[in-house]
């Protein structure tokens, strides 16, 4: 056989940039580029690889089914997420392949709960390097850093400090679990292309002593250190990735909120960025609420909505609530926030309380003596809504579910917080000790519950049906930022995506297998406001959906085509 050239390839029809300058076991060693068996006989003899693969060449389908066959065979959660992380450093397209075909049984395993015992656990299933890591260790050296990270476009970059990883706390870089499956379900839900994305763990120490205490834990042995050199690290890296990757999109995520509102804060005008816990979770929620209020024939300015947990979640939603109701009955905000009561670990959130409070909780602090107990603010405020965003399992107990029907026909119970073992009640609890007459949400899947012969299938308010969509959106039209009016509109759309089948089985969210269409949908909203205000960066297509449908990845081989020389 003659000698193969090292040539350079590009794949065809692929709107990435990827070029192939390398051959044989480099090529089935690079995720992006690796076809496994698939290679076809010519592809073979292109690129150095004969005889390095078996020699029948199989379809992508006939993959598929080997991958799930190994797949049925794990029968542990945690030995499933380890098995697709390994298919995920192996080969990227059957990966999102795989993904996207089998989402409803996948997610909750890439992603909550089973990415919380994943993160948990990552020092010691740790395999190979995905995404990078910036420490505090790296002052001064972020730039050129990122020259380490061989891929000059970038759509979306997910970046966690590992503070607060959904509601399991300080997880340091264990915390890194979560921008890797972030950007999974990016790309799966949204079309984002694999190597347009760069997961980010800044790693500036752990307060989790049993982590400082295991040898096997991976990421910086020493404590948090001061804001001050937090806040420069986190500054460091924004300029870093403006002169590197200027139309990266940044998101936030799972940052604790005394750092989290500041950020966003801080950035939201000056690069394209967002805090997927404040505004997708605010999107996400106030959508199932919507869902809530077709069902029930009502107004969210009828509502009265106690929050447990007054965190980033709890005022993301509060505030996506709010101009919700401001839109729909022309209320100010002040008059709509009125119909809020928050809850914190001190309990409800009041003005003129013997505590100071976090500038986030500020607005909605009520003018009301101090009550400690999540029963005995139900019985004052007599909601209508009640949203566990607590991170308190188990917190909404018999009482205070059965509470909730003295003040509504069709109370609204979301319990939102993450991973299961978190959630505030499970569906089944909510579902029996009100006899079916809750709209009940979680955070964490739970399983459809069949009583008195019918069945109710509980809504999950993932931020997946949002920020997917959003990012694509705000990418593709290289959006200068990314407003909260994007989050509402995209909250809109989700909910008018629930069909009124979804809504007779009480769910309040749409199928997660429609999710790229979803995702396209809110893309094209996020691009059309964009393009209305001012803040895109590229010309105004004639046919916006179609631009969309083309920017989105599919996850199927292209052909190696070699490039004239
Ligand atoms: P956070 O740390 O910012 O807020 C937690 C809040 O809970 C704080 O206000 C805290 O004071 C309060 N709290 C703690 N213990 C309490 C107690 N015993 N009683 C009353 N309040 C108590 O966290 P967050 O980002 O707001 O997230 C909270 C939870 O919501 C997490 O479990 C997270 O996984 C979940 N979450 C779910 C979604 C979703 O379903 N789409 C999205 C984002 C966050």
New binding site residues.
Partial sequence: MAMVKKRRYHLEHRDDPLEVIVRGTDILNEPLLNKGTAFSEEERDQLGLRGLVPPKVTAIEEQVIRVLENYGRKTDPLEKFIFLASLHDRNETLYYKVLTENLMEMTPIVY?PVVGDACQQFGHIYRKNRGMYLSLNDKGQIRRMFDNWKQDEIDIIVISDGS?I??LGDLGANGMGIPIGKLALYVAGGGIFPCKTLPILLDAGTNNQDLLDDPLYLGLHQKRGSDEEYYALVDEFVNAVQDRWPKALIQWE?F??NH?FPLLNKYRDKVLCFN???Q??GA??LSGLLGGMRMKGEKLAEQRIIF?????????IADMIVAGIVEESGMTEKEARKLFWL????GLVIKNGSRPLQDH?VLYARDEEPIDN?LAVIKSAKPTILV?????GQ?FTKDVVQEMLNYSEQPIIFA????TS?SECSAEQAYHWTDGKAIFA???PFDPVRMKGKIYVPG????MFIFPGVGLGASICQAKKVTDAMFYAAAKTLAEMVTEEELSLRTVYPDLRKIRKISATIAVGVCEMAFDNGLAGIERPADIAAFVEGKMFQPQYSKYVAASE
């Fill in positions: 909550t607060r959904l509601g799972d604790t909120n989290a997927d816990d404040i997708g979770t996400v929620a447990y947990g007054a965190g980033s979640a709890a005022v993301g809850i914190d670990s001190q909780k999540l566990g965003v607590s991170g308190q917190s939102l917080s993450n991973p978190k979680s955070g964490s999950q308010g993932n931020n």
